[in-house]
């Protein structure tokens, strides 16, 4: 996704003040926001000392809250960064896609979340790990999961570090030569990030949310009303993108994109996008926005008014399209074409300072709304179901919520790290493996919610199988610029020409694997889980017996006695 680069000379970017000062004056109002959503909405007695209370913002968010909270937890920076940078670089197939996956998913949405919501509202689950435990009865299914999770946001987060990066890049705070120069001003958002997390919970991103969504909107409609205008209509911004897009690159000896996918990329744009969108609502972060709900009808309203994101991707995208017309030229610190810089220097390089400035926050802000959702989901996957469930089951619910808070510091220091000490494209294949393996939980998870007919042992051997046919396949995929493997997301199926998405065919095999085994160990009459869960959870509402109820029948809570 991130073309051919070519060896220019390093830019001398001067520090752009006006645009610098308006994002420091806004990354200084979402992180007092930040600090003062622990006041906001906090729970009696134990204020946020449980998971229930920091980890899932009291499960009480409406309507509106979910609906800033969902947008700034599923768009992140690196989508606003990454999808035009696509489209700069490569065309419609690795970019578009984004858009109608994103329509695909919120069906999905309204069919399944509901159900989760509702089982996970009776038993006080709160991680997908704690659902397939409480379900299976089998805690080497639910470490599966629960470290799936884990290990497939890492990079997820590491990557909101990119976005960020590419503002201070040019912004005119880095230096080739200077490494403190360029990387002080990242960890100093990130300190003040897992700060204000540490302190207010899932609060914090909810309503930073609020503010980052709007400037957002703002930042897009206004781009994409006055730069096609400045720049000659459509037709010359399509006209030059397919220009460029068809010129041959004397890397790969063939042309530099696809302006329209053909009949060759059908496969491998459908398959990107069927495969994202039964993806996306299996990382810990998205199911965590939702089990953030106070009802499941705030859910399925949700879904109803979440495609309006989809209609600003698609103009967000197009802005790829608009910086080929643009002349824009994305120069990175050591002198090479870097894609992910396109929109942020698109902006500066054609608005005024101060307008600029309020885009880039957007873009900046965007990261650390994500990426505090995301070290909360990750924290307490790690809380509940590796802590929890094999160091100390008789945890309450302090300690939970102060093992949780240590390890959302750990795995956002983790990824800023990661993302100083390594290169950026180690980033880029880490969350392309990350897509792959998170979707090798979906059997487990969603099967679930409608029956018991696969069989704990067998939904494991499926899981395994994906991830190492998933992990081989992408390993294979060889970039043809750098000759570097982790190279793509797609790959031909052998002895065809035909290029389908990794994770989806992973995903078939992990299905077929799980569901000939399942009628194997059931005809050996191999021992299942038991199942803590009953029919009429799965439709429960806010008005519906809770927690405190429901453990007179079920006093195991959470993923229970589950069993290797």
Do not use: C
């Not at 990066?165 to 040019?170: E, G, N, Q």
């Amino acid at each position: 996704m991130s073309g051919v680069t070519v060896p220019l000379a390093a830019p001398d970017r001067p520090v752009n003040g006006v645009a610098l000062t308006v994002v420091i004056i806004l990354f200084v109002v979402v992180a007092v926001v930040g600090f003062l959503a622990a006041r906001w909405r906090s729970g009696e007695g134990d204020g946020l000392h449980s998971l229930d209370e920091w980890g899932l913002g009291g499960r009480s968010f409406g309507t509106w809250v979910t609906w800033f909270l969902l947008g700034g937890d599923l768009y992140t920076a690196y989508t606003f960064v990454a999808v035009p940078a696509a489209m700069w670089a490569t065309g419609a197939v690795s970019g578009f896609f984004a858009v109608p996956y994103t329509i695909v998913l919120y069906p999905i949405v309204f069919l399944l979340m509901s159900r989760l919501w509702s089982v996970s509202h009776r038993h006080g689950f709160v991680t997908p790990a704690d659902f397939v435990g409480g379900r299976y009865g089998s805690r080497a299914l639910t470490v599966a999961v629960a470290v799936t999770g884990i290990v497939a946001t890492m990079p997820y987060i590491a990557l909101q570090l990119v976005g960020i990066k590419a503002v201070l890049t040019v912004l005119g705070l880095g230096s080739a030569e200077n490494v403190l120069l360029t990387d002080l001003p990242l960890i100093i958002a990130f300190v003040v990030l897992a700060a204000y997390t540490y302190t207010s919970g899932l609060r914090a991103p909810a309503l930073i949310a609020v503010v980052k969504d709007l400037l957002i909107y703002l930042a897009v409609i206004v781009a994409v009303i006055y730069l096609p205008i400045k720049f000659g209509g459509w037709d010359h911004i399509f006209d030059a993108a397919q220009t460029k897009l068809d010129t041959v690159s004397p890397a790969t000896g063939k042309p530099a994109g696809v302006f329209i996918p053909g009949a060759s990329s059908y496969s491998a744009y459908w398959t990107l996008a069927l495969g994202s969108a039964l993806a996306l609502f299996m990382y810990p972060h998205s199911i965590t926005g939702v089990l953030a709900t106070k009802s499941r009808n705030t859910i399925r309203k949700n879904a109803a008014v979440l495609p309006l994101y989809s209609l600003m991707l698609g103009f967000l995208a197009l802005l790829g399209y608009v910086a080929i017309a643009a002349g824009t030229n994305p120069i990175d610190l050591n002198g090479a074409v870097n894609p992910q810089l396109v929109v942020p220097q698109l902006f500066l390089d054609h608005f005024p300072g101060w307008f600029a400035g309020i885009a880039l926050a957007a873009i900046a802000i965007g990261a650390l709304v994500p990426a505090a959702i995301m070290s909360i989901a990750a924290a307490n996957l790690f809380t509940r179901n590796i802590y929890r469930d094999l160091i100390r089951p008789d945890a309450d619910p302090r300690q939970e919520a102060k093992v949780s808070k240590i390890a959302s510091l750990v795995v956002k220091f983790g990824a800023l790290i990661f993302v100083i000490a390594m290169d950026q494209s180690a980033a880029i294949n880490m969350q392309l493996l990350g897509g792959i393996w998170i979707l090798q939980t979906f059997p487990a998870i969603v099967a679930g919610l409608y029956t018991r007919w696969f069989h704990r042992w067998a939904l494991f051997a499926g899981w395994a199988a994906g991830i190492l046919y998933g992990t081989v396949a992408a390993y294979n995929v060889v970039n043809p610029a750098t000759k570097a493997h982790f190279g793509g997301a797609v790959a031909v199926i052998p002895g065809t020409d035909v290029q389908v998405y990794i994770a989806l065919v992973a995903f078939a095999i992990n299905l077929v694997v799980a569901a000939v085994l399942s009628l194997a160990f059931r005809a050996m009459k191999l021992p299942d889980g038991k199942d803590l869960t009953r029919s009429a959870d799965y439709g429960a509402d806010e008005n519906d017996p809770k927690v405190a109820q429901i453990e007179r029948e079920y006093p195991l809570g959470g993923s229970g006695t589950a069993t290797f």
